[in-house]
Nanobody, 124 residues
Framework: QVQLVESGGGLVQAGGSLRLSCAASGRTFSSAAMAWFRQALGKEREFVAVISGSGDNTYYADSVKGRFTISRDNAKNTVYLQMESLKPEDTAVYYC?????????????????WGQGTQVTVSS
């Protein structure tokens, strides 16, 4: 059993930055990749970024590439999403999840555990 808790969301102006955290508790496998997804009101949940279990490999959605950075600290069982140059279209609830895919876009159906999400609102 794994529990994931996201934090760090909030209201920020366009062009600003924010760092999200996802803390894992319970049984966690060091080989598991960790992914970030987001879901805007009325839209499907979409992939944002993923990082391999070791932290050596990352993959980003085209919409955030160059602006967001995913990282992890396995000693703290935590994954981060550093968000920069935020745009109003980044407004969504952001979720973290465990997966085994790290070399391409991750599908939501490929994730086994999810947090409750944290709201990010970017004003223009």
């Amino acid at each position: 059993q794994v529990q994931l808790v996201e934090s760090g969301g909030g209201l920020v102006q366009a062009g600003g930055s924010l760092r999200l955290s996802c803390a894992a508790s319970g049984r966690t496998f060091s080989s598991a990749a960790m992914a970030w997804f987001r879901q805007a009101l009325g839209k499907e949940r979409e992939f944002v970024a993923v990082i391999s279990g070791s932290g050596d490999n990352t993959y980003y959605a085209d919409s955030v590439k160059g602006r967001f950075t995913i990282s992890r600290d396995n000693a703290k069982n935590t994954v981060y999403l550093q968000m920069e140059s935020l745009k109003p279209e980044d407004t969504a609830v952001y979720y973290c999840a465990l997966t085994v895919v790290y070399w391409r876009i991750v599908r939501a159906s490929e994730c086994a555990y999810w947090g409750q999400g944290t709201q990010v609102t970017v004003s223009s």
